[in-house]
């Protein structure tokens, strides 16, 4: 990998969620990495993201997580009274080798980034969704239990 695609990965990294899903072009976490079109070619004919894909995100219950592994936090979206319920993700899914550089990444936490995420999260649900979030501590990944949650507002998006 050659020095410009690494920093291409580094920015794409800390807009990853569920360790393997990179919303589209166009959405708020994209625009806050400042990732343009032929920068995005580039990491996709490295061999480490591939073409826009649909996702289905299913309910654990009236819950569905997204983890944001690289900041060690947890959004939990909560549909009050709903049995089971999914989402459609329209993002690129990393490949093998985009998941592995993930998991050992490293990279700065950028407060506006994150808030790009997590309007892109709040896009995704439903309005009656209430939304939540947890710092993860190291060396926990998928275990939410025990978790110190805070809600998170809903701005007026719709």
Same mark, same amino acid.
Request: charged share 25%; net charge negative; aromatic share 6%.
């Given at each position: ?30 625009? +806050? &990495? ?23 995100? +299913? ?29 459609? !993700? ?12 993930? +998991?050992?990444? $490293? ?13 892109? &999260?709040?896009? !995704? ?9 947890? $710092? ?23």
């Amino acid at each position: 990998m050659d020095r410009n695609v690494a920093e291409l990965f580094g920015r794409l990294q800390k807009i990853v969620v569920n360790g393997s899903l990179v919303p589209f072009q166009g959405t708020e976490p994209m625009q +806050a &990495i400042g990732l343009k079109h032929d920068e995005f070619l580039a990491l996709g004919e490295a061999g480490l993201l591939n073409s826009g894909n649909k996702s289905k995100l +299913a309910s654990d219950g009236d819950e569905i997580y997204f983890f944001l592994h690289g900041r060690r936090k947890v959004v939990r979206a909560h549909m009050q009274g709903a049995e089971r319920y999914g989402l459609n !993700l329209d993002g690129h899914l990393l490949t093998t080798a985009g998941e592995q550089l993930v +998991a050992v990444g $490293d990279f700065s936490h950028d407060e506006a980034v994150l808030n790009s995420i997590l309007v892109w &999260i709040e896009h !995704l649900m439903p309005t009656k969704a209430s939304l939540f979030i947890a $710092d993860v501590p190291a060396g926990r990944t998928a275990d939410t239990e025990g978790l110190q949650w805070a809600e998170l507002p809903r701005r007026k998006l719709r």
